[in-house]
Protein backbone atom coordinates (compact mmCIF):
# COMPACT_ATOMS: atom_id res chain seq x y z
CA UNK A 1 0.00 0.00 0.00
CA UNK A 2 1.22 3.62 -0.71
CA UNK A 3 0.65 6.54 1.87
CA UNK A 4 0.37 10.27 0.56
CA UNK A 5 0.03 12.79 3.14
CA UNK A 6 -0.91 16.28 2.52
CA UNK A 7 -2.72 19.07 3.99
CA UNK A 8 0.34 21.03 6.14
CA UNK A 9 0.85 24.28 6.59
CA UNK A 10 1.50 27.83 8.39
CA UNK A 11 -0.80 28.44 10.87
CA UNK A 12 -1.33 30.80 13.71
CA UNK A 13 -1.88 29.24 17.47
CA UNK A 14 -5.20 28.76 17.52
CA UNK A 15 -6.06 27.72 14.28
CA UNK A 16 -6.65 24.56 12.72
CA UNK A 17 -5.66 22.42 9.74
CA UNK A 18 -6.58 18.83 8.78
CA UNK A 19 -4.33 16.49 7.40
CA UNK A 20 -5.45 13.87 4.60
CA UNK A 21 -3.66 10.13 4.41
CA UNK A 22 -5.01 9.01 1.09
CA UNK A 23 -3.88 5.33 0.23
CA UNK A 24 -3.62 3.36 -2.87
CA UNK A 25 -2.66 -0.02 -3.91
CA UNK A 26 -5.26 -1.76 -1.05
CA UNK A 27 -7.89 -0.50 0.85
CA UNK A 28 -7.85 0.94 4.22
CA UNK A 29 -10.46 -1.22 5.47
CA UNK A 30 -9.39 -3.91 8.24
CA UNK A 31 -5.87 -1.59 8.51
CA UNK A 32 -4.63 0.47 11.15
CA UNK A 33 -3.53 3.72 10.56
CA UNK A 34 -1.58 5.72 12.50
CA UNK A 35 -0.43 9.85 12.45
CA UNK A 36 3.39 10.24 13.88
CA UNK A 37 5.27 13.64 14.21
CA UNK A 38 9.06 14.52 14.18
CA UNK A 39 9.66 17.92 15.15
CA UNK A 40 13.51 19.17 14.46
CA UNK A 41 16.11 17.53 16.49
CA UNK A 42 13.52 15.54 18.34
CA UNK A 43 12.11 11.55 18.17
CA UNK A 44 9.41 10.76 15.92
CA UNK A 45 6.59 10.39 18.00
CA UNK A 46 2.66 8.81 18.31
CA UNK A 47 0.17 10.97 17.60
CA UNK A 48 -3.03 9.62 16.82
CA UNK A 49 -4.12 5.91 15.47
CA UNK A 50 -7.25 4.40 14.70
CA UNK A 51 -7.68 0.83 14.86
CA UNK A 52 -8.36 -1.73 12.14
CA UNK A 53 -11.70 -1.86 12.86
CA UNK A 54 -12.04 1.62 12.21
CA UNK A 55 -13.96 2.17 15.34
CA UNK A 56 -11.21 2.64 17.56
CA UNK A 57 -9.28 5.70 18.04
CA UNK A 58 -6.27 6.61 20.61
CA UNK A 59 -4.33 9.44 20.77
CA UNK A 60 -0.96 11.20 22.69
CA UNK A 61 -1.77 12.84 25.79
CA UNK A 62 -0.27 16.42 24.25
CA UNK A 63 -3.24 16.23 21.13
CA UNK A 64 -6.06 14.50 23.46
CA UNK A 65 -9.18 16.79 22.84
CA UNK A 66 -7.43 18.86 20.14
CA UNK A 67 -6.85 16.53 17.68
CA UNK A 68 -10.07 13.97 16.20
CA UNK A 69 -9.01 10.91 13.48
CA UNK A 70 -11.34 10.10 10.93
CA UNK A 71 -11.45 7.94 8.27
CA UNK A 72 -13.59 8.01 4.74
CA UNK A 73 -13.54 4.57 3.23
CA UNK A 74 -15.13 5.54 -0.06
CA UNK A 75 -12.08 8.14 -0.70
CA UNK A 76 -9.81 5.31 1.06
CA UNK A 77 -8.29 8.30 3.43
CA UNK A 78 -7.50 8.61 6.96
CA UNK A 79 -7.77 12.79 8.53
CA UNK A 80 -6.35 14.11 11.25
CA UNK A 81 -8.26 17.12 12.25
CA UNK A 82 -6.01 19.21 14.23
CA UNK A 83 -7.76 21.71 16.44
CA UNK A 84 -6.60 24.66 19.03
CA UNK A 85 -3.21 24.38 17.31
CA UNK A 86 -0.26 25.41 19.39
CA UNK A 87 3.39 25.88 18.98
CA UNK A 88 4.88 22.63 19.94
CA UNK A 89 2.73 20.83 17.39
CA UNK A 90 4.89 22.15 15.06
CA UNK A 91 6.60 19.16 13.22
CA UNK A 92 6.46 17.14 9.87
CA UNK A 93 4.25 14.71 10.63
CA UNK A 94 3.81 11.18 8.88
CA UNK A 95 0.92 8.77 8.71
CA UNK A 96 1.22 4.98 8.52
CA UNK A 97 -0.78 1.87 8.14
CA UNK A 98 -0.36 -1.48 9.24
CA UNK A 99 -2.83 -4.90 8.65
CA UNK A 100 -2.03 -7.00 11.91
CA UNK A 101 -1.43 -4.26 14.71
CA UNK A 102 -3.26 -5.12 17.81
CA UNK A 103 -4.59 -2.14 20.06
CA UNK A 104 -1.79 -2.17 22.27
CA UNK A 105 0.89 -1.57 19.86
CA UNK A 106 -1.07 1.33 18.03
CA UNK A 107 1.40 3.41 19.90
CA UNK A 108 4.71 2.07 18.22
CA UNK A 109 5.88 2.90 15.08
CA UNK A 110 8.04 0.03 14.38
CA UNK A 111 4.69 -1.91 14.45
CA UNK A 112 3.49 0.04 11.09
CA UNK A 113 4.83 -1.55 7.80
CA UNK A 114 3.83 1.32 5.22
CA UNK A 115 4.82 5.10 5.60
CA UNK A 116 3.63 7.83 3.91
CA UNK A 117 6.19 10.75 3.12
CA UNK A 118 5.75 13.46 5.49
CA UNK A 119 4.21 16.89 5.43
CA UNK A 120 4.87 20.09 7.35
CA UNK A 121 2.63 22.31 9.66
CA UNK A 122 4.38 25.12 11.33
CA UNK A 123 2.48 26.65 14.13
CA UNK A 124 3.47 30.26 14.96
CA UNK A 125 3.05 32.14 18.55
Known amino acids: VQLQACGGGVVQAGESLRLSCLASGRTLRGVAVGWFRQAPEKEREFVAASDRTGGGTIFSNSVKGRFTISRDNAKNTVYLQMNNLKPEDTAVYYC???????????????????WGQGTLVTVSS
Open 96 to 114: AAGASIITSSLRNDVAYAY
